[in-house]
């Protein structure tokens, strides 16, 4: 396999969980009418469960790849994504909906965690950075052109189409993968598999201040994006009504995200991660504070183009704490770099799942839920922070 072939393969793996939630905003409307759901808010939980399910693929996809190999555990994880696919297609009933939910986020756990292992396997040093830096650009790259596609196939074939076609898409990549892709852990590199060790990974980054603290951040953070994902579609179609040109302000802010990742990789060896991420949660913070005020005295409905440039400047913040809050949590972990990367992101994103359920079930036909999510995380990440770097007292 050549190096762009490959370079294409693994962003379509990586880019999977993307997909499977920004096709979808544009068609939770129709589903929760056909799903007989009563409270619309309780149609975001189509959102929220496909990362409860992520969040326990996580935890074991890493661990299994570096004992069985990286092919065998990816394919099992697309085989539980292609499951979880053909459950929601065929749903009829909201919780076999949520069913086939946490199943495709359980299945889309293996390729999000063997394409790291994969890439670690094959480069290292600058060849790896330039690597993964081109597949994250190719992965930013899905909110902008993933709610259009999703509402173009709900137009042509209503919403059991788009799981269709994510289906699909799945069998071509396994299909794709298995044909081309060579294994890239060799069996005498490979380690048995452990549940003691995970375990003992969990109890080292739960004691250790500065992992902790920035796991739990890192969950803040996530919960407010995945608060703003779940909440999205209600805001721009129904509170202010734009329809079909829901998908084009959805992408447009979704690049505000991908710019920030861009500089940051520029500014992160001249600032060093922690500043940045003081920094950008400051502004986050003071930003989320204001724009809650002067959404209040418009009872939660500002003009849009308010609301628009609110999230431009929060998600240009967010984008720099995505790309630099995880390695912050990884710095004393290094010895067990593996295994802590996959309880680090297991637990981070198991934390962000109530904190979004919380922010949906709040939503009130007004921005007032999301936008006080984004100031009070924000807020509190900034006490977490503070105390985690404080130095230790001398005994």
């Known amino acids: 396999m050549g190096y762009g072939e490959s370079l294409v ?41 496909l990362f409860l399910g992520l969040s326990v693929g996580l935890l074991f996809y890493g661990p299994l790849s570096d004992s069985l190999g990286r092919k065998p555990v990816l394919f099992a994880g697309i085989a539980v994504y292609i499951v979880g696919c053909a ?49 994250m650009s190719i992965f930013i790259m899905v909110p902008v052109f993933a709610p259009s596609l999703g509402q173009a196939i709900l137009l042509a074939g209503g919403w059991r189409a788009i799981f269709g ?43 250790h201040r500065v992992a902790l603290s920035y796991t739990i951040v890192t969950g803040f953070v996530m919960g407010a994006f995945l608060g703003y994902l779940s909440s999205a579609q209600q805001i721009f179609q129904g509170l202010y009504g734009q329809g079909r040109l829901f998908p084009l302000i959805f992408g447009m ?4 995200v991908g710019s920030a990742l861009f500089f940051n990789s520029r500014l992160v060896m001249r600032l060093g991660m922690r500043k940045l991420v003081e920094r950008a949660m400051t502004v986050l913070a ?11 005295f418009w009872d939660g409905r500002a003009p849009l183009w308010t609301l628009i440039v609110f999230f431009l400047a929060a998600f240009f913040c967010i984008g720099y704490l995505f790309g630099n809050l995880n390695a912050i949590a990884m710095r004393p972990m290094g010895h067990i770099a593996g295994t ?56």
């Open 165 to 207: 076609v994510l289906l699909a898409l799945a069998l071509i990549v396994l299909f794709w993968f298995g044909r081309r892709h060579p294994e890239t852990l060799a069996p005498r590199h490979r380690l048995p598999f452990s549940f003691k060790k995970i375990a003992l990974a969990l109890v080292e980054v739960g004691c």
């Open 253 to 256: 802010l979704g690049l505000s």
């Open 87 to 135: 459950l929601s297609i065929f749903s009829v009933s909201f919780t076999t909906m949520l069913t086939g939910r946490v199943l495709q986020g359980l299945g889309a756990g293996g390729p999000r965690s063997v394409v790291l292992a994969i890439v670690r396997d094959q480069y290292e040093g600058r060849a790896m950075a330039r690597i993964m830096s081109t597949i």
């Open 9 to 49: 393969l693994l962003a379509f793996l990586i880019s999977l969980v993307a997909l499977s939630v920004d096709t979808m905003l544009p068609a939770l409307p129709d589903m929760g009418a056909d799903l007989g759901v009563g409270n619309p808010n309780d149609v975001q939980l189509i959102i929220s469960m």
């Open 340 to 395: 802590a990367s996959a309880v680090i992101g297991s637990l981070s994103t198991f934390l962000s799942v109530p904190i979004a359920f919380l922010i949906g079930r709040l939503y009130n036909d007004t921005t007032l839920p999301i936008i006080g999510g984004f100031a009070l995380l924000s807020i509190i990440s900034l006490g977490i922070m503070h105390w985690a770097n404080r130095p230790k007292r001398q005994t």
């Open 286 to 296: 003071a930003l989320s504070s204001a724009y809650f005020v002067f959404a209040y």
